[in-house]
């Protein structure tokens, strides 16, 4: 039973992945809706992050897919700077993740271009890379969005009043809220990142 929910998790991860990229391609915006593409490369950016997505849906030439996203999370790095790329370091991840892994036995690599998977012996480090990625990405979140920019969180309660303390009988300030918010971002960050409590993550 492991093994069978091990070789459809390609196939769970990639769907997960593909339909954000898909929007994002199409919006012409970076990783998130937040991260707006200037001029040409809206189109440039915007059509890779297509081609990734329909790539990983599907499970064709997958481990080029891959490369592609590693390479637009570089490129970002110089289009829309280092904060932005480090907010979606996830993504990073992934690209390790479909590389070093494929997408799978559910996939059309497997079925009609079985030279382009990975060989065996990288996919042991998938869920590592995947793993820190994730984590970067949490911790990323967790300083810009809050411990570093406290307005920015203000602003978001203020039009989406989502501290809820006040309803469980221990009412936070929002500004006590938004750290705490922060220290469990960061604590999941942390412990994904170092393997610690995964399972409880």
């Given at each position: 039973?492991?093994?069978?929910?091990?070789?459809?998790?390609?196939?769970?991860?990639?769907?997960?992945?593909?339909?954000?990229?898909?929007?994002?391609?199409?919006?012409?915006?970076?990783?998130?809706?937040?991260?707006?593409?200037?001029?040409?490369?809206?189109?440039?950016?915007?059509?890779?992050?297509?081609?990734?997505?329909?790539?990983l849906f599907y499970g064709a030439f997958t481990r080029i897919a891959a490369g592609a996203l590693g390479a637009m999370w570089v490129v970002g790095l110089f289009v829309l700077g280092l904060e932005p790329m480090l907010d979606n370091a996830l993504y990073l991840g992934f690209a390790a993740f479909f590389?070093?892994?494929?997408?799978?036995?559910?996939?059309?690599?497997?079925?009609?271009?079985?030279?382009?998977?990975?060989?065996?012996?990288?996919?042991?480090?998938?869920?590592?890379?995947?793993?820190?990625?994730?984590?970067?990405?949490?911790?990323?979140?967790?300083?810009?969005?809050?411990?570093?920019?406290?307005?920015?969180?203000?602003?978001?309660?203020?039009?989406?009043?989502?501290?809820?303390?006040?309803?469980?009988?221990?009412?936070?300030?929002?500004?006590?809220?938004?750290?705490?918010?922060?220290?469990?971002?960061?604590?999941?960050?942390?412990?994904?990142?170092?393997?610690?409590?995964?399972?409880?993550?």
């Amino acid at each position: 039973r492991r093994r069978a929910l091990y070789g459809i998790l390609p196939l769970i991860l990639g769907v997960h992945v593909a339909v954000p990229l898909l929007v994002n391609g199409v919006q012409g915006t970076l990783f998130s809706p937040d991260n707006e593409l200037p001029g040409v490369w809206a189109n440039f950016l915007g059509f890779a992050e297509t081609f990734v997505a329909l790539s990983l849906f599907y499970g064709a030439f997958t481990r080029i897919a891959a490369g592609a996203l590693g390479a637009m999370w570089v490129v970002g790095l110089f289009v829309l700077g280092l904060e932005p790329m480090l907010d979606n370091a996830l993504y990073l991840g992934f690209a390790a993740f479909f590389f070093l892994a494929g997408r799978g036995p559910i996939s059309i690599d497997r079925v009609l271009f079985p030279r382009l998977e990975p060989p065996e012996r990288t996919a042991p480090y998938a869920v590592p890379a995947l793993r820190a990625g994730l984590g970067l990405g949490f911790i990323a979140v967790a300083f810009s969005e809050k411990f570093a920019n406290l307005p920015l969180a203000q602003a978001f309660l203020e039009r989406y009043p989502l501290n809820f303390t006040g309803a469980l009988g221990v009412p936070l300030s929002d500004e006590v809220f938004i750290l705490c918010a922060g220290t469990v971002e960061l604590m999941l960050g942390l412990f994904t990142l170092s393997g610690v409590f995964v399972r409880e993550i």
